[in-house]
Nanobody
Framework: QVQLVESGGGLVQAGGSLRLSCAAS????????MGWFRQAPGKEREWVVA???????VYADSVKGRFTISRDNAKNTVYLQMNSLKFEDTAVYYC????????????????????WGQGTQVTVSS
């Protein structure tokens, strides 16, 4: 049974930082590209960042320069370091896993991800 479990969300003031973690189990983690998405109330789920199997990273323009994704294959965990947080970053953050045989492939599409975590709330106060 595959599980993705996010942690690290919370309430932070604008300009502050949070570090999200996503621990994966029940899958061969190194065979998956990983992504973080977020969903604000009344809005569609949007892609935030992705990391390929090889460690290549891609960011949405809205978070570029502020967020950093990384992965530790030995710990089956992907991280999202979020700095300089803004009110508009407030959302439920989800990690997701995409199986791919390609080491440099990543996806920004919700439909291409095979597994999802339950989400963790990030609230940024202005």
């Amino acid at each position: 049974q595959v599980q993705l479990v996010e942690s690290g969300g919370g309430l932070v003031q604008a300009g502050g930082s949070l570090r999200l973690s996503c621990a994966a189990s029940g899958l061969t983690f190194s065979n998956y590209a990983m992504g973080w998405f977020r969903q604000a109330p009344g809005k569609e789920r949007e892609w935030v960042v992705a990391i390929t199997r090889s460690g290549y990273t891609v960011y949405a323009d809205s978070v570029k320069g502020r967020f950093t994704i990384s992965r530790d294959n030995a710990k089956n965990t992907v991280y999202l370091q979020m700095n300089s947080l803004k009110f508009e970053d407030t959302a439920v953050y989800y990690c997701a896993a995409h199986f791919t045989r390609l080491r440099n492939y990543y996806s920004t599409l919700v439909a291409e991800y095979n597994y999802w975590g339950q989400g963790t709330q990030v609230t940024v106060s202005s």
